[in-house]
């Protein structure tokens, strides 16, 4: 059955079904999604692929093959003549024409942490200001104010380095991201698939009511908390109290039964939690479909995030392998879906990591850190596909054609999402600071 909800808006649509399906609700949601999806009205979406330790650009969409620094890898034809990815590919080569490769990313940021904070605000640290992720900044931007839901989430991000980098920066606790991490015994990190035979369990704690108390009881507990914070933030105003404030009341939104069941993939048939892969990133992928489809706007998805995995010093070929294969299948799965539910168009995704890797190959199998010449992929609503953007020479070295720093990358996925990069956010000292000083790559925009 076909729906048509022109007439109706997300919150009366969603209010008026609740009553109706209860806990079946899952069942109308892609027909939903797929009639809502091509109103230009609908609100847009970005969803971040990051690849934490800095994947390999020759071996993943800048491969140099006949080369000394091409490496162990195939290259492989996609469905766009000329534009060839690693042979490890498979599922995103069948969707290259949605794919533009930026293949002349060039920063000044070798180190993970560095890179890591840079790559995500455009900004280099270490100075006085702490400025907000992308994910902030965005989130912000394209508050959807009809969810439950928080607008920024964070699924499965590494330890070691999601702290300022993906933080909130000036902007405050309001736009701070909810986390999403690998509960249970399971390990978190990248894992071959044919290694497991279980499904990645992902989720929110605390999420549920404790034993013992009801919903009335919960209702009448958060009244009583309302009431005693509103007297102390009078007789004590201070940017603590309000943050802790503001922390309490979002975890308490995500406790409500819509925003919880966003996180059950319990909801979803075994066949498609396996179609994403098994492990924590491809089940990410999954948890993103399910958030875009329900109004947030930013998303990000770690690979690789409690090992770096991608910082394959040693041993590279193998390491890579495992984790394109990974990548292919969550990615993949997660555009078609998209696609299928007429998300798609409104929704953008950019994969990137904090740096490249060297295209020479060190003693150990290996390849380093390499900031000089590197690639990131947009895709989706706003891109124009197909294509690849910038070159590197034929050793992979140095950038050749069409130099492109973060700010532009940011600037661009800024146009890619309808939010004008040059939009002003303000600093505690009432300073304007924009989301980008970056200019957008026309060549790649739609």
Partial sequence: MRMNVSNFSRRRFLQTSAAMLGAASCAWLPQFAAA???????????????????????DTFDMKPGHANGGEFKEAETNVPGLRFSEHFGGLARQADK????????????????????????????????????????????????????????????????????????????????TVGARGNRPTGPQPIEDSDQLAD????????????????????????????????????????????????????????????????????????????????????????????????????????????????????????????????????????????????????CWMGEFGRTPNINNNAGRDHFPDAWSCVLSGGGIAGGQAYGKTDEAGMEVTENKTEVQDLLATLCRAVGVDPTTEHYSPQARPIKISEGSPIDQVLV
């Avoid at 970005?46 to 994947?55: D, S, Y």
């Avoid at 200001?129 to 928080?150: E, Q, V």
């Fill in 36 to 58: 809502a999806g091509p109103d230009p009205s609908r609100k847009r979406s970005c969803i971040l692929l990051w690849m934490a330790g800095g994947p390999t650009q020759t």
């Fill in 99 to 178: 794919l533009a490769v930026l293949r002349g990313m060039s920063t000044k940021e070798g180190d993970h942490q560095r890179g890591t904070y840079l790559m995500h605000t455009g900004q280099r640290p270490g100075g006085p200001l702490n400025y907000p992720s992308i994910g902030a900044s965005l989130a912000k931007a394209m508050a959807n104010r009809d969810t439950t839901l928080p607008n920024y989430v964070a699924v499965n991000p590494g330890a070691f380095l999601s702290g300022a980098a993906l933080g909130p920066g000036f902007l405050g606790p309001r736009y701070a991201a909810a």
């Fill in 202 to 349: 992902l989720g929110v704690d605390f999420l549920s009511l404790p034993p013992g108390i009801d919903q009335d009881r919960h209702d009448a507990r958060l009244a009583l908390w309302k009431q005693q914070q509103q007297q102390f933030l009078s007789g004590h105003p201070s940017g603590a109290a309000e943050a802790q404030a503001t922390i309490f009341q979002s975890a308490v939104k995500m406790m409500h039964p819509e925003a919880a069941s966003a996180f059950d993939l319990s909801q979803e048939r075994t066949e498609v939690r396996e179609s994403y892969g098994r492990g924590t990133f491809g089940q990410g992928c999954l948890i993103a479909r399910r958030l875009v489809e329900r109004g947030v706007p930013f998303v990000e998805v770690t690979l690789g995030g409690n090992g770096l995995g991608w910082d394959t010093h040693q041993n590279n070929f193998n390491t890579v392998k495992r984790l394109s294969e990974e990548l292919d299948q969550g990615w993949s799965t997660l555009m078609t879906e998209l696609a299928d539910r007429g998300l798609l168009e409104s929704t953008t995704i």
